[in-house]
């Protein structure tokens, strides 16, 4: 579990299930779904068919749940891209509109990256997005990240093509940078 003040990232237990179904397959076009990769199709599902997917991720490394003031409100994941060459991505969401332009993003994926960082041999840590989410992509810049790749025009979405958006950074960068702000902290807190 990592914390930031009323923040919490932590592994997904059986207990979460019924509320990451209720967010995300109980709807049939939900509000998240419009930023998060809207090209593709979304499907709902029962709760019985939920279920089996659910419960294979209770207690795994791979996605964990996002709560705001104790109340489960998105997840935060990884994928391997290319496992024996540690190439990881990551991604974040939150199902609820109320819960978007708060800052809640960046903090989560703060969390994130460090404890991939922390606990895993990576070089880099990224994400992929389109152009569309113009948030997520202020998120990365937030972070640290660079744009690494702009792939253009190969998302189409209710009748106009957008870019699909590759943002990363280097363990190196992201260490040099917690460094600085720790140094940063230092300097401007009172004794």
């Given at each position: 579990?990592?914390?930031?003040q ?29 930023w ?155 004794n």
């Amino acid at each position: 579990m990592y914390k930031d003040q009323n923040l919490i990232i932590r592994p997904i237990e059986e207990m979460d299930l019924p509320r990451i179904w209720e967010l995300e397959y109980n709807e049939e076009k939900p509000e998240w779904k419009k930023w998060n990769a809207p090209y593709y199709p979304h499907e709902t599902k029962s709760f019985d068919e939920f279920l089996p997917i659910g419960r294979g991720w209770v207690n795994q490394s791979n996605v964990w749940v996002i709560e705001v003031d104790g109340v489960l409100c998105g997840t935060v994941s990884y994928y391997w891209e290319h496992e024996p060459s540690k190439w990881l991505e990551m991604g974040i969401l939150f199902y609820e509109g109320g819960d978007w332009g708060k800052g809640l993003g960046t903090r989560t994926l703060k969390l994130w990256i460090d404890h991939l960082f922390n606990t895993m041999p990576l070089v880099r840590v990224g994400f992929t997005t389109w152009s569309g989410n113009e948030r997520m992509i202020r998120v990365g810049e937030k972070l640290g990240m660079q744009l690494e790749a702009r792939i253009r025009k190969v998302r189409y979405y209710e009748g106009e093509y957008y870019d699909s958006i590759r943002m990363g950074i280097l363990r190196e960068e992201w260490e040099a940078q917690n460094f600085n702000q720790v140094n940063k902290d230092k300097i401007t807190s009172p004794n």
